[in-house]
Nanobody, 123 residues
Framework: QVQLVESGGGLVQAGGSLRLSCAAS????????MGWFRQSPGKEREFVAA????????YYAESVKGRFTISRDNAKNTVYLQMNSLKPEDTAVYYC????????????????WGQGTQVTVSS
């Protein structure tokens, strides 16, 4: 069984940066693709970014392309989300998850989820 723990969220001004981490306990994540999703109160869970098991392929929501970068360090069982040029609309709880099905952007393709970390961007 895998447990995921997100960290690195906080309050930042528009235009600032944050680096989120997702650390896994238990067995290594190295054979699984991973993704980041976010959710604001009253809104649907939104795909943010995903990365293949090897780290060779990445996928991004159009709203974050050019600003966010997903990466992973399989030796450390950790996935990262570097968030630059943050906007108020990026405010949400961010979750990492392990991918087990085909679609990278569908939340139903992921089985294990972290507890989330709050990101708040002020204008």
């Amino acid at each position: 069984q895998v447990q995921l723990v997100e960290s690195g969220g906080g309050l930042v001004q528009a235009g600032g940066s944050l680096r989120l981490s997702c650390a896994a306990s238990g067995r290594t994540l190295s054979s699984y693709a991973m993704g980041w999703f976010r959710q604001s109160p009253g809104k649907e869970r939104e795909f943010v970014a995903a990365i293949s098991w090897s780290g060779s392929s990445t996928y991004y929501a159009e709203s974050v392309k050019g600003r966010f970068t997903i990466s992973r360090d399989n030796a450390k069982n950790t996935v990262y989300l570097q968030m630059n040029s943050l906007k108020p609309e990026d405010t949400a709880v961010y979750y990492c998850a392990r991918k087990v099905k085909i679609s990278y952007s569908d939340y139903r393709s992921y089985d294990y989820w972290g507890q989330g970390t709050q990101v708040t961007v002020s204008s």
